[in-house]
């Protein structure tokens, strides 16, 4: 019965040998309950997805076993790529919007693992024999709802990684062929892609334990010479915290005035460039305020994806200061895009 947590992954540098393979998907990851008409998608957290997915629901009852669990992710495609943007875009709270959605993007499912059967619970079952059933009981399965490509062959593995990227996944899972289903445990891993880009550090944010640096507010210039907000890092130790309050304090402005983000605060501005503190849905009362930095002071970071080629998807790992960079070289043009790769040619659709 829901809510049941996802058997979770851990990053590590390269493909370890000897296990199951897959590709990593870039959606939100599900755990489906069905029982007759009765369905219900489980976030990764538990909380329920089911009303953003109207689709789905209606394809999980024509297309799975009727009483059966199986954790998955639900991705779209758009034009042969999966599109994140368009996934977050359901998370809405008018059911209008929501049913509209999914008439114009609709979502898919693609499955890679199964919980539950009928009465018999898989959870104790090794991956290979739980596989086995998923096979079996998702032959023939039609769009939307897909079985995930797995492989024990590690140059098999190799080459997805490769390739898949250029569909928008997100790199390789690899998984141990005796693994039981370990809810919320990192039991298996993950293989990421990581570029990286050397931006503008322009102002950070305060940690919410006290006066020491929370996250660098990062930014790239585009073609017009305009400094756009792409994202942030974060991942600091305490200590690293307190010395980059000291590192930044020369370059620290008493006034935003004359700072490229001068106009965060006025919500219309958001509406013309990409600045700090943007409105959203996610952000409700949480203070967006920064101290702003002539943006003198060039970082190198890594990521692993772009949203809509115009910021950094996840937190940037921050990995070094670039003296030896201008500021103004900072710019888009820098950024490595993928060789595409039609999604098509992985779910053979």
């Known amino acids: 019965m829901p809510p049941v947590l996802p058997m979770l992954a851990k990053s590590v540098a390269a493909i370890p040998a000897g296990m199951q ?50 954790d998955g992710e639900i991705v779209i495609a758009r034009e042969g790529h999966l599109d994140f943007d368009a996934l977050t875009e359901r998370i809405h709270p008018a059911d209008s919007r929501v049913r509209m959605l999914a008439e114009r993007t609709p979502a898919s499912l693609v499955v890679f693992d199964v919980l539950a059967l009928g ?31 797995a492989t024990t062959d590690i140059e098999v593995a190799r080459r997805w990684f490769e390739e898949y990227e250029g569909a928008g996944l997100d790199g390789v899972i690899a998984k141990p062929l005796t693994v039981r289903y370990r809810p919320d445990e990192r039991a298996m891993f993950k293989i990421k892609h990581e570029r990286t880009a050397d931006v503008v550090v322009a102002g950070y944010r305060l940690h919410k334990s006290g006066p020491v640096v929370g996250s660098l507010l990062l930014g790239l210039y585009d073609e017009r010479g305009t400094l756009q907000h792409v994202g942030v890092s974060a991942a600091f130790t305490m200590k690293r915290r307190a010395e980059l309050v000291e590192e930044l304090e020369p370059l620290r402005l008493d006034d935003v005035a004359g700072h490229p983000w001068a106009a965060w605060s006025e919500e219309a501005a958001h509406e013309k460039a990409r600045l700090p503190g943007a409105p959203s849905r996610w952000s409700g009362r949480k203070d967006l305020s920064w101290v702003p930095l002539r943006p003198d002071r060039v970082a190198e970071v890594a990521y692993d994806h772009m949203e809509n080629g115009q910021r950094f998807r996840h937190t940037a790992r921050f990995r070094r200061w670039r003296p030896d960079r201008t500021p103004e070289s900072c710019t888009y043009a820098q950024l490595e895009e993928p060789v595409r790769y039609d999604l098509a040619e992985i779910l053979g659709v």
């Open 21 to 70: 393979y897959e590709a990593k998907w870039d959606g939100f990851r599900a755990i489906v309950f069905r029982d007759g008409d009765e369905v219900e998608l489980g976030s990764r957290t538990g909380k329920p997805l089911t009303r953003y997915f109207p689709e789905l629901v209606t394809a999980v009852r024509e297309r799975l076993p009727e009483r059966c669990v199986v």
């Open 119 to 149: 009465d018999e619970s898989l959870m104790d079952a090794p991956l290979t024999e739980r596989r086995e059933r998923l096979t079996a009981e998702l032959s023939g399965v039609r769009a939307p709802v897909h079985l995930a490509p």
